[in-house]
């Protein structure tokens, strides 16, 4: 009924008998045929959403939203708001005009309240709207039973209209109006195109179809309140295509029966009704006046006032009694007017539930036991008050043709987006759907857009394409299951598989960087530095080693945790969880089943392990055996050490109701950096594995800056975070100053001039400067060197402040610097007559056979601690670790000479892949 009324809307009779006189006929049906074209492919694309699941409230918006996407859904929500709301003043302003005429045809041509026009037009337009909202307000029974009401005045007014076109004229005042009766030699005459200025607007075939159009948008009235309906899914196609085919039949019989009947103009001068001399002829009454045949209106087009070009009472000149016309035009206008009112509100209360769009939440509120959305009411009658206020029915129509068009493109477009994906969750029962029609319904309505206004369809389809890209931009956290989710999906397949048949050049080498960070928020100046090498523009994967057993659900609460807060720090990572009982093949597995195709890591990143003179042994040579098992996959090895360590899981203390520590609380691994999650653990008592998610702990007030002070970080008990641990913790989140230092020891492939490189060219870090530093093979050729290792920057085009060059790096070391390395590794020196095997001892003849080398990264400790010592990052070539020549306490006797009491410290050795080429 709904449907059916605001289809018959203003169109029916205030410009139906217009474009018949326009357009003529043959381009009337064309205009009508064309109009429901549009609207029946448009029908049948919302049938099959509405059919694709089950409907709430929200009408069109909610279908189209969670079938196809809150990009679309919310595009579309929002312009069915705005093209409702201009459609309640098309409809007053047409009842304006037929109240105007009425009163004019009853109470004489003085009727008027201001100038009976325009002003009038705005003055009962205000009223009707102010009458209008207060029924909506009233409640869903009173509009119901009204619209009951109008239906079948309607009805009872068409009935009117055709029994009073079989009549005929009755009198010579209805044939000088221009009704003749029905007559096919008329029907000819009116059969083709007369276009002439109307309301000072040019017509032609498109603009008139832009007038027009708005008689058959009312297809989402009963969409708009599928909330209300008992099983929308089957009312919405069956009774919107009914409505169609109604209205369709007597959009069709009607204008026929207008042209067999009506003359295009009239004068209404009962005296012409005898003249047949075509050029005038005195009148024999003695005045001097030149009367002209009734139907001549050429040259005196001003004192015509009747015809289907001039009046829009035609219909009511050709029904059989003239009042139950107006009665009936009342009950069109008033009745889709109230439809478009209490609708429009409706789709914007669910929109605003959604919070697709900022700051309109405030229409969200609902009242009483229907959840009416009375806010929504009152800014879809100002939206309309403004429109009445043009006071032109013409206009109105026009600019509401252009937002409906637009809608319905979207409504075909999402469709044919939605089958073109053929998305699994894509199954709409409704039979007749098929994904060509909505994509040929999707084009109509474009090109036909712009026929019908360039510029007003420009404007239009500019505001939607930046509503459809403002949602797409917010990237909000909905999981609908949507068409947009399953095109993700096969873009993401498709490039993938399109990856994985290039070959890899030196040129596109990026890190692809796998970070052993445990929990994320455990670790988050691991997880930074780790962002800022990839910046959303290479792969990063954060890898997790979990003690087992664990739960499936479990892991699975433990992924949504972590994923959960590399989206809130806007970190584009992938977070990969693996279940073993030992760190070593745990970090293994990660390193070769991490990635996919050529979408895999190049790089692994470790935190340094500060505790590894104090831990169980056992975990040391697992962390040393990491590092050479990355080197053996063909992977770069990166190992970041900063001044207070990477691990803050300790002063952000344990999460109880974490699924990892609810599945595992046997494990509690104190300084365990090997068995459990430890992936570069930085502190003794480190309790990765039994720590969730850490944003309860580290937060801020509502995720942002609070009155313009700093962010607070609080504990999971609520307390605030030491300022110096807020500091260690967002140390790589700040802006950096200072130097980038680069101890370029051996060429790895160029990977420790990139990196530093690739930092530089990131926010954080485009203040600081690189200094690079080289050894020279013999002394007194340091200023060959110097030349040389600048040569060679220049030709890698990377930017450096300065190039220093050391020749004394195979000088012995201070003996303070000797001490405290043999008081380091005291505790691991074994015998060497001892029969057992020991991998994680240091025996006297394997410091005599690294004497050199350890001399050698003594003395690079005197070196960096005499040049770096104040830098903002010192970047150095991770030494090579031999399996049987080197164990692990040696090894990482060496790393902590090197980096200790000093600033943040990256080693880097690359897998001898080169990063760098000279050419372009």
């Not at 474009?19 to 043959?26: C, F, P, Q, W």
């Not at 109240?99 to 026009?117: K, N, P, Q, T, W």
């Not at 009707?128 to 109008?150: H, K, S």
């Not at 009042?323 to 478009?340: D, M, Q, R, V």
């Amino acid at each position: 009924m709904r449907c059916l009324l605001n289809i018959w809307g203003v169109m029916l009779f205030l410009r139906l008998t217009w474009v018949v006189g326009e357009a003529g006929i043959v381009e009337a049906l064309a205009i009508i045929c064309a109009a429901n074209m549009v609207t029946v492919i448009t029908t049948i694309s919302m049938s099959a959403v509405a059919t694709n699941g089950q409907i709430k409230g929200g009408g069109i918006y909610y279908m189209i939203s969670r079938s196809l996407g809150p990009e679309f859904g919310a595009s579309i929500g929002l312009l069915f708001t705005v093209s409702n709301s201009v459609a309640v003043a098309m409809y007053v302003v047409g009842f304006c005009s037929s109240f105007s005429d009425m009163l004019r045809e009853y109470a004489g041509e003085d009727a008027m309240i201001v100038d009976g026009g325009v002003n009038d037009a705005r003055i009962i337009g205000s009223v009707a709207m102010v009458l209008i909202l207060a029924l909506a307000i009233v409640g869903m029974d009173w509009v119901t039973r009204v619209q009951l009401l109008l239906l079948f005045l309607l009805i009872a007014s068409q009935v009117d209209f055709v029994v009073g076109c079989f009549m005929g004229p009755q009198d010579d005042t209805e044939k000088a109006q221009g009704f003749e009766g029905l007559s096919f030699d008329l029907l000819k005459e009116n059969a083709w195109n007369d276009y002439r200025p109307f309301e000072g607007i040019d017509y032609n075939f498109f603009s008139v179809f832009g007038v027009f159009f708005p008689a058959v948008t009312g297809i989402v009235a009963g969409a708009n309140l599928s909330g209300d309906l008992k099983d929308p899914a089957e009312a919405i196609p069956k009774g919107t295509l009914l409505a169609i085919l109604t209205t369709f039949c007597t959009y069709i019989v009607y204008p026929i029966m207008i042209a067999a009947a009506a003359k295009r103009y009239a004068s209404g001068d009962i005296r012409e009704l005898n003249v047949t001399d075509p050029n005038g002829e005195m009148s024999m009454d003695g005045k001097n006046e030149t009367l002209y045949p009734v139907y001549n209106c050429t040259g005196r087009i001003d004192d015509c006032d009747y015809g289907t070009q001039i009046s829009s009472q035609v219909m009511g000149l050709l029904s059989a009694w003239a009042p139950l016309i107006y009665a009936g035009c009342f009950a069109a206008t008033l009745s889709s007017a109230i439809a478009s009112l209490v609708g429009a509100p409706r789709v914007l209360q669910a929109l605003a539930k959604d919070k697709l769009y900022p700051y309109i939440h405030f229409f969200a509120k609902g009242y009483g036991a229907n959840q009416d959305p009375f806010r929504g009411y009152v800014i879809v009658f100002i939206v309309a008050e403004c429109c009445v206020l043009i006071g032109q029915l013409n206009p109105i129509a026009n600019l509401s043709s252009e937002v409906f068009l637009a809608a319905y493109a979207l409504i075909n477009l999402s469709c044919f987006h939605a089958s073109l994906l053929k998305s699994p969750g894509w199954r709409p029962v409704f039979k007749y759907y098929n994904a060509w029609v909505s994509l040929l319904g999707a084009i109509i309505c474009m090109v036909v857009m712009f026929l019908c206004d360039a510029i007003i369809g420009t404007v239009v389809l500019v505001i939607t394409l930046l509503l459809y890209l403002f949602v797409s931009y917010r990237k909000l956290d909905v999981n609908w299951g949507s068409t947009t989710q399953a095109q993700t999906y096969v873009t993401a397949l498709g490039f993938m598989q399109r990856l994985n048949q290039v070959r890899d050049h030196v040129k596109n080498y990026r890190p692809q960087v796998l970070v052993l960070s445990g929990m994320p928020g455990d670790r988050p100046p691991l997880v930074d530095f780790a962002n800022a090498l990839t910046k959303n523009l290479s792969l990063l994967i954060c890898g997790h080693v979990v003690k087992g057993p664990i739960t499936p659900r479990a892991k699975s609460a433990i992924q949504n945790q972590a994923n959960a807060w590399l989206q809130r720090h806007k970190v584009r990572a992938f977070y990969s969880v693996i279940e073993d009982q030992s760190y070593e093949h745990g970090a293994v597995a990660l390193m070769q089943l991490a990635g996919l195709g050529n979408l895999k890591p190049n790089m692994t990143l470790m935190g340094y392990k500060n505790d590894w003179r104090t831990c169980p042994r056992d975990e040391v040579q697992q962390y040393f055996s990491c590092v050479n098992e990355a080197l053996d996959n063909y992977l770069a090895v990166a190992i970041l050490r900063v001044k207070n360590g990477l691990d803050f899981s300790a002063e952000m203390g344990e999460d109880p109701n974490s699924p990892l520590h609810k599945s595992n609380t046997s494990t509690s691994l104190k300084g365990d950096g090997a068995n459990g999650s430890d992936e570069g653990s930085d502190e003794p008592n480190d309790r990765s594995a039994t720590s969730g998610d850490a944003t309860p702990r580290v937060t801020t007030v509502d995720g942002k800056k609070k009155n313009g002070e700093e962010e607070l970080y609080v504990s999971r008990t609520g307390e605030p975070l030491p300022a110096q641990v807020v500091e260690n913790l967002t140390q790589f989140r700040s802006k950096q100053k200072g130097f980038i230092d680069v101890w370029w020891l051996y060429d790895d492939g160029g990977l420790t001039l990139l990196l530093p490189y690739i930092l530089t060219s990131r926010s954080q870090w485009a203040d600081c400067k690189l200094r690079v530093f080289a050894l020279a093979n013999k002394r007194g050729e340091l200023d060959t060197e110097k030349r040389s290792m600048a040569a060679l920057l220049s030709k890698f085009r990377i930017d450096y402040s300065d190039v220093i060059v050391i020749d004394d790096v195979t000088k012995k070391a201070e003996q303070s610097t000797r001490d405290t390395f043999n008081e380091m590794i005291a505790p691991f020196k074994k015998d060497d007559e001892s029969d057992i095997p020991d991998e994680i001892s240091v025996t006297d003849s394997e410091l005599l056979a690294n004497k050199d080398k350890t001399n050698r990264h003594l003395r690079l400790h005197e070196l960096v601690q005499q040049h770096s010592k104040d830098s903002s990052l010192v970047v150095m070539t991770l030494p090579m670790t031999r399996k049987g020549t080197v164990h692990a306490p040696l090894y990482m006797a060496w790393l902590e000479m090197m980096t200790k009491d000093m600033p943040p410290f990256l080693m880097i050795r690359g897998n001898q892949t080169s990063v760098l080429t000279f050419y372009s």
